[in-house]
């Protein structure tokens, strides 16, 4: 039997993986992987750290668990894969079976013949389409040569003062690489309302802005910028938006990223109107011979049942290992994504499962959120510290469709939402998550944990027993419009009320939770009352007894005090 | 309608929860708690850390999350909930439907009329039938009244040498609480050969146990505990075990809890042969109008099927709700367990989900079992550190049956085994927890997550591709019988190897794996070859370039050098 030739396009995430695993199935096969660029397997996603300089040195973003380099020789010697870098992949005769390369340093063409070919072929970031994009010293952080160019500006002293555009994931690591370690004067302008918009709603979003701000990064909401030009002479660069004008050493434009799907179209495969390879769930394109994933397909959404497109190293290389292994004549399958997330920002972590509020709702669900404040471990336990989790849920079907969280200590909140992200494919019910069985020991978990009490409190609100006001909806009706109308009913103790009366007088109302029950003629009947404890659940408490005592329509601010004060809604800080 | 009269038997974690819960729903009904203690609502488990002084004051395992002292006037004030301290229940007549109780103070008879009847009667401390139990000085830590004893008797000084029967959770986490903080000189006794027995397998309890001896813990497994007797005058209290005598200011016997049925048997309701009362998913009793929960009923296992003893606070937390909201008519179930464990001893922290190969192999199962050690996020980023998991499988239906784990970062090692316990009620396949989908980022997480790879390494076994050896496997074949059949074939680099040919001279080969395939011939043909390396991963390359290259036999050191390293199966403190 003639040796099996499988052809690879794109050597940075899934093509490494799918190459190595098939070789290891069919030690006998001839495998070749190509690429453009000379830097090949590399973790794009360390490339912040690298700038921030967590990461020393940039081959440490390109080695093995043990410390090897993985260059085209090593793939050779400890792989027996074959790699070509510096050379591009023209197109694709799927008749013939051969792919055309031209080697970029030489122009030389060649035709590589393939039993099997795999396209890897990645992603590439979006281009802001405004003048002056493609000026000296704005960047993207796409691949290691921008960002050893970026690191190299900076290490020799010449960036005070940067702009990143877009407040995404990377352009969130990227204001921490820049200011935390460096001190560069970073600014992040985005177009949305919110950093990290799609992936958590306004609740969270605002905790992490106040955390950006509150680490010196100037963040610019709701602004589109318009142009970059040359800058007056100490800075040679001006970003204009449509509210100011921002100087700036260093432009990094981080807008998203496209799929790259040229070659597949050109060859005549199916393609997404967005532009990505279409696959099956054995990750064949339309072609069965070819195979695709990573950063250019798009996958089944687990909760929506669409098809998206999700770019995460995570799942290039757990495809890699099901395009290897079907290529070496098994049957694994790559089912979908349930769209989870997670990114440190500064001290502060986000994480994502499933669909967000926002998200929800624009797919058409009609939903319930919850916002829960509470500590990440037992509440007696010295290193705890709160943990904020907002869940959605759909109104009719009780199913849980998504968690998002913020937190301090990010492995904490991260394994709360990988524990509801593995139930998500499964459709869970708001009674799965309520019994999802978190291990208990004081140092990790609550005895009723935080991830069970969401559901607890979605279920309340679902029966009607809860009834909630969100703390952006306390900013609109209790200090924007400031109404006479509205009361908070602060159920704590004197102590926490105190600085809060200070400040708003009438409108902040103190009885302690524990002697409501004899007091409810103390309580107003001809307001708008805003019920408020320190999390949310001493408050539902009231809020039961003044439905009892026949005082209705209260509302339970959900989070509380916690909520109002991380996301910055009120500043105690004079507190 | 009159008023519903809901009793609750027991007032430690169940009973609170149900009686808040339902009070929530039915506040017009009347709920009545009764205790023998005069403690209630307390997290028993906080106890190690209260007599460590993690905790300074006992009552803060007494509080709420806002500092509320959990007492009969709050339960009464806050809760609307009333409460007999210091009453025993003596009987329950299911006919008239009443509870007979006595103040214990007065003596004092009285009849309590229920319409629903809750039991929440917990469990008590296994005695240790042996002369001596009951010696002034020998201790458990079953209640807040012997942990107050305890940590007196410690920080008066009294306390130079201790000694624990019992080497589960609670005597391990004692032995951290005696000797971190007060550097009481301890001895744990275990009549296993292990810690943790049945919850891990000896592989990852070596792990511990080294750590815990490295911490000054005086571990004396595989011993019985025969007597205690009075001490010779320096120290109160001997302990006599089969194969020495400890002196001891302390005892503390953690043997384990048995459930406290006898409420439930004599009033004629289903109990297991272990004592246990026996429910239906309702939480109802063979008695529908008397529910039972926590640590005093058996529950499903979800993996086995069978019902099992489980007693822990979180379990307890959550069915108070489920029978709180039935109390009420509604229809909340609770469907058993995974056995979803964690504990954290000395620095180190111990997850389990699901059943431990020895426990599968108990069951019945014909399994396959894999050890993975790789970085707790991505390899590059500077805090990673090494975790280690244990998957069992079923070998025809490669259905997982559990991971068990350690690391030293708690929270990434119990939020891995929290999303493996979130999938197992489903009954996930292997290929199911190889796309797993944990959020990927480089400060949480490896691109390829290590609980995803041990599902690939199982796959990899269960294949035929990957034929393992076990570290205690190679200490038998290599270290104890040092036969010179076998020999260990080194992958790794030079550097790494020469410590380990230092000590076993011709026994310990190195190839470098990427130099493997030009070296065949200096592979020896006639030994049995076990291929070692960092973690498993090049070892199973070289694995299957020996194959590949007609070199047949060799196995591969599942968790390679890390486990050999972390477990202390070679002492290369040299090193």
Redesign the interface.
């Known amino acids: 039997m003639e040796k099996q030739r499988v052809v690879i396009v794109g050597a940075v995430?899934l093509g490494p993986?799918t190459a190595c695993r098939f070789k290891?199935?069919r030690?006998?096969a001839d495998v070749v992987m190509v690429d453009m660029d000379e830097h090949i397997s590399y973790?794009g996603?360390?490339i912040p750290?690298f700038v921030s300089g967590?990461?020393s040195e940039i081959k440490?973003?390109m080695?093995?668990?043990?410390h090897?380099e993985r260059t085209p020789k090593?793939f050779e010697?400890?792989?027996?894969v074959r790699v070509m870098t510096g050379t591009r992949a023209l197109a694709v005769d799927r008749q013939a079976k051969e792919v055309l390369v031209r080697r970029l340093a030489t122009g030389e063409e060649e035709r590589l013949p393939y039993d099997k070919l795999v396209l890897a072929t990645g992603s590439r970031p979006v281009d802001l389409p405004i003048p002056g994009a493609h000026l000296d010293g704005v960047m993207n952080v796409s691949n290691l040569k921008t960002a050893l160019a970026i690191k190299e500006r900076i290490s020799k002293g010449e960036v005070d003062k940067a702009v990143i555009v877009g407040a995404g994931?990377i352009g969130c690591e990227m204001a921490e690489a820049l200011s935390d370690l460096w001190g560069v004067e970073t600014s992040v302008v985005e177009i949305a309302d919110q950093v990290l918009p799609w992936i958590i709603d306004p609740v969270l979003s605002r905790m992490i802005q106040k955390h950006m701000r509150e680490h010196d990064v100037n963040l610019c909401l709701s602004e589109t910028v318009r142009e970059i030009r040359p800058g007056d002479g100490e800075h040679p660069l001006q970003v204009v938006t449509g509210a100011r004008t921002l100087d700036a050493d260093l432009v990094i434009t981080a807008v998203g990223v496209r799929p790259n799907g040229e070659l597949a179209k050109e060859a005549g495969l199916n393609v997404s109107p967005g532009g990505a390879i279409m696959v099956n769930r054995r990750l064949q394109t339309s072609d069965a011979d070819i195979y695709a994933g990573g950063d250019c397909i798009e996958i089944p959404h687990l909760i929506t049942g669409k098809s998206f497109f999700f770019p995460?190293?995570?799942l290039?290389?757990?495809q890699g290992?099901?395009i290897g292994t079907n290529l070496a004549g098994g049957h694994?399958?790559?089912?979908g994504?349930?769209g989870?997330?997670?990114?440190?920002i500064f001290d502060l972590?986000v994480?994502?499962?499933g669909l967000s509020p926002k998200a929800a709702r624009k797919e058409g669900f009609d939903i319930v959120q919850t916002l829960v404040v509470?500590?990440?471990r037992?509440?007696?336990?010295?290193t705890q510290d709160l943990m904020y989790l907002q869940l959605t849920v759909d109104r009719s079907t009780r199913r849980v469709l998504g968690m998002q969280g913020v937190g301090h200590?990010?492995?904490?909140l991260?394994?709360?939402?990988?524990?509801?992200?593995?139930?998500l494919?499964?459709k869970p019910s708001l009674?799965d998550l309520?019994?999802?069985?978190?291990?208990?020991?004081?140092?990790?978990?609550?005895?009723?944990?935080i991830v069970?009490a969401t559901a607890?409190t979605a279920e309340n609100i679902l029966d009607g027993?809860n009834k909630t006001m969100d703390v952006d909806e306390l900013e609109e009706c209790f200090l924007k419009e400031a109404s006479e109308d509205v009361v908070c009913l602060d159920v704590?103790?004197p102590a926490n009320a105190a600085p809060f009366i200070e400040r708003f007088g009438d409108r902040w109302l103190n009885i302690p939770?524990?002697?409501l029950?004899d007091r409810f003629q103390d309580v107003p009947k001809d307001k708008k009352l805003v019920v408020v404890?320190?999390?949310g659940?001493?408050s539902?408490?009231a809020l039961?007894?003044l439905e009892?005592a026949g005082i209705h329509g209260a509302l339970n601010l959900q989070g509380g005090v916690g909520a109002i004060k991380k996301s910055g809604v009120v500043d105690m800080s004079d507190e």
């Open positions: 995430a993986k290891r199935l030690p006998d973790g996603c360390g750290y967590d990461i440490e973003l080695s093995t668990s043990f090897m090593f010697d400890a792989k027996g994931a995460q190293g995570s290039a290389n757990r290992r099901v694994a399958v790559f089912n994504s349930v989870s997330y997670c990114v440190k972590a994480a994502s499962a509470q500590a990440d037992a509440h007696f336990y010295p200590n990010g492995d904490a991260v394994g709360r939402i990988n524990s509801v992200a593995a139930m494919p499964y009674e309520s019994n999802l069985e978190v291990a208990y020991s004081p140092p990790f978990a609550s005895a009723l944990d069970n607890n027993f704590r103790g939770q524990e002697t029950k404890c320190n999390s659940v001493r539902y408490e039961l007894q009892h």
